[in-house]
């Protein structure tokens, strides 16, 4: 699966982005999708994830704050960014895992293919 993921920018804090990330393939509503973020000097980690039924997983930090949603005819999923911190600041990634064998949506083992990232920055 190859991953292009946009949207990214330099917003004031409490703004709002909306990153995309479009899949090839012809069975995307199969794959489960995620979004990981990784900041300078950190390890990447887990923002929310996305099966390919519907099911929303969400890390504590960014829940009831962001919003991750997919459109299989467009072969897109998305990811709502509102009242954006400026700990928020980072390169977001999103991935595909097609096979669906791990069933820890919060691990970046589960997921075999990755986008190119898109840098989001939230100014003070």
């Known amino acids: 699966v190859q991953l292009q993921a946009c949207g990214g920018g330099l917003v004031q804090a409490g703004g709002s982005l909306r990153l995309s990330c479009a899949a090839s393939?012809?069975?995307?509503?199969?794959?489960?999708m995620g979004w990981f973020r990784q900041a300078p000097g950190k390890e990447r980690e887990f923002v929310a994830a996305i099966s390919g039924t519907g099911s929303t997983y969400y890390a504590d930090s960014v829940k009831g704050r962001f919003t991750i949603s997919r459109d299989n005819p467009k072969n897109t999923a998305y990811l709502r960014m509102n009242s954006l911190k400026p700990e928020d600041t980072a390169v977001y990634y999103c991935?595909?895992?097609?096979?669906?064998?791990?069933?820890?949506?919060?691990?970046?083992?589960?997921?075999?293919?990755w986008g190119q990232g898109t840098q989001v920055t939230v100014s003070s």
């Open positions: 991935a595909a895992d097609a096979r669906r064998y791990y069933r820890d949506y919060s691990k970046a083992y589960k997921y075999d293919d």
């Open positions: 393939g012809r069975t995307f509503s199969g794959y489960d």
